[in-house]
């Protein structure tokens, strides 16, 4: 083989190695009946979950609108590989973390005709959040839910999601 053929023989394999290391977004899917189970993928470590309400109720202020209804974090400080983890079931507190919403007891069951949101927050990868309700006893992913907003005139103001100035869910 001729000298550069031999030294482009070895780009590919190099690329391979870089990428497996590199980062990758961390990703749910819902499976399973009520209660849900979050299936976990992604490089980075879990240093929070939130599930919340996605409340209705244009009379209450958006950062109102969405209260936590159950919160895990970590018991050592950067918590667990995502994909060590692999799957969480609403309820249930992994090896590793804590539930500290509500303080004691199970969170609150899922009912029907209801929008709920979870927010991963991780750490070496980017975080993660979405919005489902239960129909017929199952998870289902649903869109255009969330309550969104930002600060004008020291005031809230409701504004599309996704606009890079907006919040989106006071999540404590």
């Not at 996605?54 to 209450?60: I, V, Y």
């Amino acid at each position: 083989m001729k000298y550069m053929e031999k030294k482009l023989m070895w780009w590919p394999l190099i690329i391979l190695l870089f990428c497996a290391s590199c980062e990758r977004r961390t990703e749910v899917r819902l499976e399973g009946d009520n209660p849900p189970t979050f299936v976990l993928s992604g490089s980075g470590n879990l240093i929070e979950l939130s599930i919340g309400v996605d409340l209705q109720d244009k009379g209450l202020l958006p950062s109102k609108r969405s209260p936590v209804i159950w919160k895990l974090v970590p018991t050592r400080r950067d918590g667990e590989r995502v994909e060590d983890i692999s799957k969480i079931t609403y309820g249930t507190v992994p090896s590793g973390y804590k539930q500290t919403i509500p303080i004691s007891g199970s969170p609150p069951p899922l009912t029907g005709g209801t929008y709920y949101y979870y927010y991963l927050e991780t750490i070496n990868a980017p975080h993660v959040d979405g919005d489902f309700e239960i129909r017929n006893g199952k998870p289902l992913p649903v869109r255009g839910v969330a309550t969104c907003y930002r600060i004008v005139d020291s005031k809230e103001v409701e504004s599309p999601c996704g606009d890079e100035s907006s919040n989106r869910r006071a999540v404590p």
